[in-house]
């Protein structure tokens, strides 16, 4: 038998960080024959033709995840029909992608197209709200970027305009509604395979790449600080694993660690959360050292009362090849699911959204929720010590 790094066992996070560490050997004993590997059917529609069509736009292409976002929306029926942005490298660059996408003179020539119904828009962070109100006050759904919104202000305005205009507000937090081992994870909660959930955690490290960052990025005041940004994404995973449609911030903080060549930058943040069904504890930060090979090292902790399940998201260090490894442990057994081909049903389930009125693919108030815990964590955040 190999020696094992007592080390790495100790700091290995979970199940999947433990058996990391393990030798095979070892494991096998660990898990007493229980370990059973699963390739996971994609559970696509017998059907793969959408069941609604509609005509959107999209405004503002200051981060990358439009592309995704834009892509989601055509999966389930959406017609791309204009783009219009400030920079002409972003627009040629989308085009290349979607070229079918015509070029908009102005926003406004988007507005007043009253055969557009829903527009989706990626502009710098605290331009996206407005453009949201904007775009619901002209008769049309919005689907903006995460974070959607940047200020309590903002946030009070928005819900404002979504009770005066009967339009939607959706917001993508694209690492759950876009990440495959996300969507599982969902399902097996949904079917009590761990029994009610107690806690969330969910660990979020993100790669700087300072060279290819605009100004803005490096601004609070643009993108809301970090607890805001991608905070967002964790908040919202507490919210929809614990079912939680009251919660509250128990605890946060958020500082710049190692960045003192940008003073308005904040590298790291926390906040601990607790719900009407469950608590939650969230870390972001922007130190993925370049040596793992993906922007992040993204892990959710799901704990129930009768197991629980950990999702390695994007990558697994030293195991697996690849991402949306997820790992459950219940009464019967301890499992491997390979998550990569799991259907991501948000697109076509918005476009229904869109057409029906429903509230399929996402709670309104559950998103917004998300963002204003995130708001007032990073408002009252106090700093780290070592900031």
């Given at each position: 038998m190999n020696p094992i790094d007592r080390r790495s066992m100790l700091t290995g996070a979970g199940f999947a960080g433990l058996a990391a560490a393990l030798p095979g050997d070892v494991l096998a004993q660990a898990l007493s024959g229980n370990a059973i590997p699963e390739v996971v059917n994609t559970g696509a529609p017998t059907d793969p033709r959408p069941k609604h069509h509609i005509r959107f736009a999209v405004i503002g292409l200051d981060h990358n995840h439009i592309y995704a976002m834009t892509a989601a929306v055509i999966r389930g029926g959406g017609e791309l029909v204009w783009v219009h942005a400030a920079d002409a490298k972003q627009l040629a660059d989308f085009q290349k992608r979607f070229p079918t996408a015509k070029l908009a003179r102005s926003e406004a020539e988007i507005?007043?197209?009253?055969?557009?119904?829903?527009?989706?828009?990626?502009?710098?962070?605290?331009?996206?709200?407005p453009l949201g109100i904007r775009a619901m006050r002209a008769g049309k759904d919005f689907l903006g970027d995460k974070p959607a919104i940047t200020s309590l202000k903002q946030l009070a305005d928005v819900r404002a305009a979504i009770k005066t205009t009967?339009?939607?507000?959706a917001i993508m937090y694209s690492?759950?509604?876009?990440?495959p081992a996300a969507i599982?994870?969902?399902?097996?909660?949904?079917?009590?395979?761990?029994?009610?959930?107690?806690?969330?955690?969910?660990?979020?490290?993100?790669?700087?790449?300072?060279?290819?960052?605009?100004?803005w990025f490096w601004d609070k005041a643009r993108y809301g600080g970090i607890l805001t940004d991608i905070g967002s994404h964790q908040a919202e995973q507490f919210l929809f694993f614990t079912k939680s449609n009251r919660a509250r911030v128990v605890a946060s903080q958020a500082g710049n660690i190692n960045h003192p060549d940008h003073p308005l930058f904040e590298d790291f943040g926390d906040m601990t959360m607790s719900g009407n069904g469950g608590t939650g504890y969230l870390r972001v930060d922007w130190f993925t050292p370049k040596?793992?090979?993906?922007?992040?090292?993204?892990?959710?902790?799901?704990?129930?009362?009768e197991g629980y399940i950990e999702l390695r998201k994007y990558a697994d260090p030293t195991g697996k090849p690849g991402g949306n490894h997820l790992f459950v442990v219940d009464g019967k057994n301890a499992r491997y699911l390979d998550c990569k081909d799991v259907y991501l049903p948000f697109g076509p389930q918005f476009v229904t959204d869109v057409v029906e009125r429903t509230s399929i693919a996402q709670d309104q108030d559950q998103a917004l929720l998300a963002a204003e815990l995130v708001l007032i964590a990073q408002k009252n955040a106090t700093r780290p010590i070592t900031a």
């Open positions: 507005l007043e197209d009253t055969s557009i119904q829903l527009i989706a828009g990626a502009p710098i962070p605290d331009l996206r709200a009967g339009r939607k507000f690492e759950r509604l876009e990440v599982k994870a969902g399902e097996l909660i949904e079917q009590g395979t761990i029994g009610r959930v107690v806690q969330t955690i969910n660990i979020a490290p993100h790669q700087v790449n300072p060279a290819s960052r605009p100004d040596g793992l090979g993906t922007w992040g090292d993204g892990r959710l902790f799901v704990l129930g009362t």
